[in-house]
């Protein structure tokens, strides 16, 4: 079992930037290809990026490529998601996910989820 806690959250105006951590505890993640989702208010939950095990291969949703970058520190078992740019509609909760099978864009490809934390934009 892996349990994945997030932090770095809140509030940031327009242009602005944040980052949100993940950290893992109960098994190392380094095997894991890791993850973040989103759940913009009012629509269903979406991928954003994610890191293959190794993480040499990272891919991006085509709303936050080239202002998002996921980075991962599989020494101290964590996961970031630096978001520059930022704009009222990257307002949603923020998930941190882990698999141990799939490396691909769909959520149910994850079997670990984090509780989520919220990211506010405002214009």
């Known amino acids: 079992q892996v349990q994945l806690v997030e932090s770095g959250g809140g509030l940031v105006q327009a242009g602005g930037s944040l980052r949100v951590s993940c950290v893992a505890s109960?098994?190392?993640?380094?095997?894991?290809?890791m993850a973040w989702f989103r759940h913009p208010p009012g629509r269903e939950r979406e991928f954003v990026a994610a890191?293959?095990?190794?993480?040499?291969?990272?891919y991006y949703a085509d709303s936050v490529k080239g202002r998002f970058t996921i980075s991962r520190d599989n020494a101290k078992n964590m996961v970031y998601l630096q978001m520059n740019s930022l704009k009222p509609e990257d307002t949603a909760v923020y998930f941190c996910?882990?698999?141990?099978?799939?490396?691909?864009?769909?959520?149910?490809?994850?079997?670990?989820w984090g509780q989520g934390i919220q990211v506010t934009v405002s214009s």
């Open positions: 996910a882990a698999s141990t099978y799939y490396s691909g864009s769909a959520s149910s490809g994850y079997n670990y």
């Open positions: 109960g098994r190392t993640i380094s095997t894991y290809t």
């Open positions: 890191t293959r095990a190794g993480g040499g291969i990272t």
